[in-house]
């Protein structure tokens, strides 16, 4: 598999590479070798040049595990389509088989599509996707023959009157016989409008040759390249839909799509309940019947075991709440364990950073944080102990199992009673 990464992305106007801007906690050129990973392509080759050992080292670090072997080339100044996969042919020199051709910047092309793309080719030298968009603008149009058949691809640029007229464009994606592909390739001639080496021409020799199969997405969203912050905007929405769809699914109750944001690589158990307007990071793991929201923020490392609620005006960071525990208003628990049963009173602040490090708090199971209560941490709050409201609990400190803890700086006033557990019949 060949990922295209070297445009320039200069619509954007930003300072980062248009393929790192982030779409649902993954970067675009992430998203889009995500969605090839499940067909475990043997060799993966990402192109690149603009900005190219910062796009290289994001990718490396996101995609750890995922390719059974994936490489980095630098195509230079990019001189087109054409030019890129040449580059990249040159690391797959011993390579045979399938060759499929992705865009960095086509972040919602989906693994059945690639599939299905790499499927059809058969014996044929390649087969190419095809959308029909609402506007065709700036495309490549596909061209056929008084009988249908599939002969070529003209850019947009290239285009006669008549041949703008055509609705059906040339997605960018194929699946090419890599000893096909590779002495079309040596022929290409940037004889066009854009004076580039057009990696078209090669599927139009090949199509010539033996006929080329194609396979029209369904979605013409699937295609959409990202070339402006709109179009980021207008992908982020589409990603967002299929994750909370895929939520959905599962048996997640998510009360209102519109605004629930929820990152790739989130697990979420059936029956738990997510409330308007919460924001769910990357590596968040929340278990069966919790509820999370309205307006709670879940950031990446926070794990919720079963039955655990976090509401209105919460934010979590690495932190794990356990089994029945609850922090339902106003609330930042960073870097802390919350035992099973514990309730995290309204206005609760973990103190976690000290202006240089990070610090943990662990709070015991059953423990009862009084309202307002500030915890700077490392701090210590042992199982069923409680603080009154409003204390602070310095730094270092260490409260014992049922011991009460009250005022500034907070100080053991007495342990605490408990009402009799019931006995079991
Ligand atoms: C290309 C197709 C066009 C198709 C369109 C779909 C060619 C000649 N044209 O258009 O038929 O409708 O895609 O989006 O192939 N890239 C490189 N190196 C380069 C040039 C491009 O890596 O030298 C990458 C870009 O970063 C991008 C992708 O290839 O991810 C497509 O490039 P882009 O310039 O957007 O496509 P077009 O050439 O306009
Ligand atoms: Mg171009």
Known sequence: MICLAAGLGKRTKASLPKVLLPLCGRTLVVSALAAAAPLQPQRTVVVLSHQKDKVQAAVQESCRGLFARLDFVDQGAPKGTG???QAAM??????????????????????????????????APCSVLTAVPEDPTGLGRILRDDDGRFTGIREHKDCSEEELAIDEINAGFYCFDADALRPALANLKPNNAQGELYLTDAVA??????EAPTLEAEDPAEITGVNTLADLTAARARMQERILLEHLDNGVIVVDPTTTWIDHGVTIGADTRILPATV???GCVIG???EVGPFAHLRAGTVLEDGAEIGNFVE?????MGAGAKAKHLTYLGDATVGARANIGAGTITANYDGVHKHETKIGAGAFIGSGSVIVAPSTVGDEALTGAGAIVTRGSVIGPREVWVGVPARKLKQRELPPTKEKA
């Open 280 to 282: 769910i990071g990357t």
């Open 83 to 85: 030019h890129a996969v």
């Open 205 to 210: 020799t090949l199509a010539k040759k033996r």
């Open 288 to 290: 069966r019947n919790c």
């Open 90 to 123: 040159q690391a797959l020199a011993d390579f045979h088989g399938d060759v499929l051709i992705t865009y960095g910047d086509c972040p919602l092309i989906t693994t059945a599509t690639l599939r299905e793309l790499r499927e059809l080719r058969g014996d």
């Open 316 to 320: 979590a960071k690495k932190t794990r």
